[in-house]
């Protein structure tokens, strides 16, 4: 074995190796921190390896073609919660599941069974598998990896005579490969901190929400404490296997009311870490809470903003989250599938237009991206030794002095990036950490004096700075609007009008109309401070609220390092859609 660096998450070690891929899958023994003492941990990797080789030797149906590809994911996935809410406990679980994942793939690296879109694709869209016992129990392990692998065996015929029977009369606009070569790749890490006690978090949730009880401004609020684990277990048929944990902790603050013309009014705020004393900060948690308190209160009566266009400037969390909402998934390689003609349309309205501007400015010519899992400063969370395909972690430049020059990819190709970047998390591609640099940046006194001058040129009287924007789908908005209604970009919650002199006025809440990628290509300047921002991820997660990807224990976290942005031109307007009319009854709280 060969000794590498320490990496991010606890990384013990990583080998590569280029021995026949199977023997290598078969015979190599765990190794690493925890592998190689954890009796339980051989029996389930050993149950992976043994019904691998059988698949691999017998799984054949007569006069149909053998699978070239098996994969087995096993994540195991610890899991404590609480949540409350002025004081009152709402809810404290903890559980523990382990869920087998199965790739089969028939056919051959050129054309297979996958990219693909069908009935049968759609019904089996979460894949092949199923909950595996908890206890490491051999025999019973084995069976069910034996009736996930033929179910998986099966469907993957199904569908390869499905797409051969729908392209058969039709030329392929884009005659792309299905799976891209790798070499076999091994990573063992170690188990990651232990959970905290379930009652800490209580405590913690009870404390902190119990501060709105002083509020008589908030009409609902929530604090969220989340500790989960993630332990993945990876074996394919090519040689490649890997054990990472994956640990996320949180905690999530939220607050609502209503201004005097009954408009709605969110604010939130969210910690992350890898472990639960990472985020248990407790005076800076507190002051948090009083810092929404605060804001929202101001917010209640400072007089709304109808329609703006015209400069903007946005500045710390706004600038990473802006950026992390409507720039970054842009640069995820995500493949449109061949299709039936019935889904064919429909899935190319989903086609990502970065696909066809690799090579073109996509930014201002002094601005590069880079995405690094192996970056292992103080706050960047997204880092990862190896992918969900077990390809070694890189860094990857994505755009240089403005040039788009690849997209994030997995093992799936995509037109114009024929290998995987090692950036699948889950279901396909997602970022790690990612940083937007500029080779000539201002100070930010002095990209303040270039806002200024802007107004000054537009002659509109006043710009717009934009200090807070919310997540997508926080838990009220999201519960409010319902799935597939929530806006496409988060609303701007600390916005604030500049007059040319310096003055700034607060604004309630605005919503950015019509922003979209294109607009980052004129930024006019930007900041040489950088703001380092987490947000949790997951593959189509689209305006699902944090919490909810939290319960399906999807989520990935996701760091951006974004300096200040200033926008020429961008359109601003007050919240679309009525208002509802305020609460009849007072506060119960302060009805006095």
């Known amino acids: 074995m060969m000794d590498g660096p320490k990496m991010n998450r606890g990384t013990t070690w990583f080998k590569r190796s280029l021995l026949p891929a199977l023997a290598f899958v078969l015979l190599a023994p765990l190794s690493g921190a925890g592998a190689q003492e954890d009796p339980e941990l051989n029996v389930l990797m050993q149950a992976l390896r043994d019904e691998l080789a059988r698949s691999t030797e017998e799984l054949e149906m007569e006069g149909l073609e053998r699978p070239y590809f098996i994969a087995y994911t096993v994540r195991e996935i610890e899991r404590i919660e609480a949540s409350a809410s002025f004081g009152a406990l709402l809810s404290s679980t903890e559980n523990k599941s382990r869920r087998l994942a199965v790739e089969v793939r028939v056919g051959d690296p050129t054309f297979d069974n996958t990219n693909f879109g069908s009935m049968s694709f759609f019904r089996n869209s979460f894949g092949p598998g199923g909950f595996l016992p908890l206890e490491n129990d051999y025999r019973e392990i084995r069976r069910q990896i034996w009736l996930s692998t033929d179910a998986a065996y099966k469907s993957a015929l199904e569908t390869l005579a499905e797409r051969r029977a729908a392209l058969q009369n039709e030329t392929r606009a884009e005659d792309i490969a299905d799976f891209t070569p790798e070499e076999p790749f091994s990573f063992y890490g170690d188990a990651g901190p232990d959970l905290p006690p379930r009652s800490a978090l209580a405590d913690l949730v009870r404390g902190l929400s119990g501060q709105f009880r002083n509020m008589p401004d908030i009409f609902e609020s929530k604090v969220v404490a989340t500790v989960r684990h993630r332990r993945t277990y990876y074996l394919n048929s090519e040689g490649s296997a890997f054990i990472r944990s994956d640990p996320i902790a949180s905690v999530v603050i939220e607050a609502h009311t209503q201004a005097s013309d009954g408009a709605e009014l969110d604010d939130s705020v969210a910690t992350y870490g890898s472990s639960g004393a990472e985020v248990d900060d407790r005076p800076a948690l507190a002051a948090q809470v009083e810092a929404i308190g605060g804001s929202l209160a101001a917010r209640k009566s400072a007089p709304p903003l109808d329609r703006y266009n015209g400069p903007v400037l946005f500045e710390g969390q706004a600038a990473a989250e802006l950026f992390g909402q409507v720039f970054m998934p842009k640069l995820l390689g995500t493949r449109v599938p061949d299709a039936e003609p019935r889904f064919a349309r429909m899935l190319q309205r989903e086609r990502n ?33 190896v992918d969900d395909d077990a390809v070694e972690a890189g860094p990857t430049v994505l755009v240089e002095n403005g040039i788009l020059r690849t997209l994030l990819t997995t093992r799936n190709p995509v037109p114009g990036v024929d290998r995987s970047t090692g950036n699948r998390r889950g279901e396909g ?101 950088a703001t380092l921002y987490s947000l949790p991820q997951s593959p189509g997660s689209g305006s699902l609220p944090s919490f909810v990807r939290a319960a399906l224990s999807t989520a990935s976290i996701v760091s951006v390092s974004v300096p200040d942005l200033l926008f020429e031109e961008l359109s601003l307007r007050k919240p679309s859609g009525n208002a509802p009319h305020l609460p009849v009854a007072r506060h119960p709280y302060f009805d006095e």
Do not use: C, H, W
């Open 353 to 385: 237009p970065f696909l066809d501007r690799i090579g073109a400015r996509v930014l201002p010519r002094s601005l590069s991206v880079q995405d690094d899992p192996t970056l292992d400063a103080d706050g960047f969370l997204g880092g990862y030794a």
């Open 429 to 529: 591609p997602l970022p790690s950490n990612v940083l937007l640099t500029s080779s000539r940046p201002m100070t930010r006194d002095a990209l303040k004096a270039e806002f200024i001058q802007l107004i000054e040129e537009r002659g509109a009287g006043y710009g717009i700075v934009v200090r807070r924007m919310a997540g997508l789908g926080s838990t009220f908005s999201f519960m409010r609007s319902g799935p597939g209604t929530a806006p496409t970009v988060g609303s701007l919650i600390g916005v604030f009008k500049v007059l040319p002199d310096g003055t700034e006025e607060l604004i309630p809440k605005a919503e950015l109309a019509g922003v979209g990628e294109a607009a980052f290509r004129d930024i006019v300047e930007v900041s040489d401070k």
